[in-house]
């Protein structure tokens, strides 16, 4: 939806109010919930990635939120270095997890390479001002948005029917997950639970 709104598929004065608080609270907290219970499935690439972009999601509604009610200034130009450097780190950690993800499927390894390009080209966006950089990322993250669609209803599916349904391209040098089994002196831990 946010991707959408930065392309110009969509938007007026109202968007901002109207989009924010579900970018906060589903983008944003639901996201970094994910991330926390992938950190007790041990599952690093969708602890760093759900953790990092849920946390962003949620300060950018809460940013949001402080604007719309005139507490800080907003910016006037597209030119916005504060928050680029922000989109750096994404693109950062986001690049380390495609590389991490090459040991796991072809299908997630999709995804992160879009979600790290729009983050790259949104810092560069946010530093240059160049707004057609902006729309540019908002069409990488609807690719991205595709694609972890893709994902995410395959994992499920998969899971569901026991079996491949849609195919994930997994990797050669993927890992075995063990069967779900209580960790030995971890209380509370179940390993191989996603």
């Known amino acids: 939806m946010v991707a959408a709104w930065m392309t110009h598929w969509y ?40 953790g990092m972009w849920g946390a962003f999601w949620i300060a950018f509604g809460i940013l949001a939120l402080i604007l719309m009610a005139g507490k800080a200034a907003e910016p006037t130009t597209p030119f916005v270095p504060a928050l680029g450097f922000w989109f750096i780190v994404l693109s950062a950690v986001t ?24 983050s790259t080209i949104s810092a560069i966006a946010l530093f240059t001002g160049a707004e057609s950089l902006m729309i540019l990322a908002g069409y990488l993250f609807i690719i991205c948005a595709i694609a972890a669609w893709y994902t995410a209803s395959a994992l499920m599916l998969n899971e569901a029917f026991g079996r491949e349904v849609w195919a994930l391209g997994r990797s050669v040098q993927a890992r075995q997950m063990p069967q779900i089994s209580t960790g030995i002196g971890e209380p509370g831990v179940i390993r191989g639970q996603a």
């Open 11 to 50: 938007g007026s004065s109202q968007t901002t109010l109207l989009l924010m608080p579900f970018a906060a609270l589903f983008g944003g907290l639901a996201q970094f919930l994910s991330g926390m219970w992938a950190y007790k499935a041990r599952d690093a690439v969708a602890t760093a990635v759900h």
């Open 95 to 118: 690049w380390v997890c495609v590389g991490a993800a090459t040991a796991e499927n072809k299908s997630l390894v999709t995804t992160l390479v879009f979600l790290a390009a729009g």
